[in-house]
C-alpha cells in the first residue's frame, strides 16, 4: 500500500508539473470568453486568501476520451493553489474523494514555500469535494472545499504532520485547451 500512495501521488505531482509547464509554453490568445474576471478564493484554515495572480484552467486533452483539467493560481504571498479533475468537466457535477471511481477523485494541492498539502492520498481517507457550477469551452466556474495532508518526498509514506483545512472555496476561470500530443 505504502508503494501504491508513493506512485500515484508521484504521478500525480508529476501530472502537476507537466501540466504547469505545458500550460506556461502555450501561446495566449484572445479568442473565447474575454468577459471572464478570473477569481480563485477560499479561506485555509479559517482566513480569507486569494489566488488571483495567473489565475487560469487548462484542459489536456490526451485523446477523444481521455483528458483532464488543472485550475490554478498563485497568491500575493506565493502560495499556489491547483485544482485537478481528470475527465471531462461536466456542469452540476461533483467530484469527491469518496467516489467509486478514480476519475471522478478531484486532487487538490496547496503549496507555500517548501511544503505542499495534497487533499487526496491513495488508501487514505480525506475530505475533497469540487462542484463544477458552469463549464463551457473557454471558461470553467464552481466551488469547493477539502482537509489536506503535509506531502513529505522521500518520507516512509510521504505523509507528514502537517494539516490545512480548506473552506468556501470558488474559481471562476477562463479555460484553454492543449493537446497532449
Do not use: H, W
Not at 506556461?24 to 477560499?42: E, F, L, P
Not at 479561506?43 to 487560469?56: Q, Y
Amino acid at each position: 500500500m505504502i508503494k501504491n500512495l508513493q506512485i500515484n501521488i508521484s504521478v500525480k505531482a508529476l501530472f502537476f508539473a507537466l501540466a504547469l509547464l505545458i500550460f506556461s509554453a502555450c501561446k495566449k490568445s484572445n479568442d473565447g470568453d474575454s468577459t471572464v474576471a478570473a477569481s480563485i478564493t477560499v479561506n485555509v484554515d479559517g482566513k480569507a486568501k486569494k489566488f488571483d495572480r495567473g489565475a487560469s484552467a487548462i484542459t489536456l486533452v490526451y485523446n477523444s476520451e481521455q483528458s483532464a483539467t488543472t485550475i490554478t493560481g498563485t497568491a500575493d504571498d506565493g502560495a499556489i493553489l491547483s485544482i485537478t479533475i481528470s475527465g471531462k468537466l461536466v456542469t452540476g457535477k461533483t467530484y469527491s474523494n469518496t467516489a467509486a471511481q478514480n476519475i471522478d477523485k478531484p486532487v487538490i494541492m496547496y503549496s507555500i514555500g517548501d511544503v505542499s498539502y495534497y487533499s487526496y492520498f491513495s488508501g487514505l481517507q480525506t475530505f475533497g469535494s469540487v462542484t463544477i457550477t458552469s463549464a463551457t469551452e473557454t471558461s470553467v466556474k464552481g466551488t469547493f472545499d477539502c482537509d489536506m495532508l503535509e506531502y513529505i518526498p522521500g518520507l516512509g509514506n510521504n505523509i507528514g504532520k502537517g494539516k490545512k483545512n480548506m473552506t468556501n472555496g470558488k474559481f471562476s476561470v477562463k479555460l484553454t485547451s492543449q493537446s497532449a500530443q
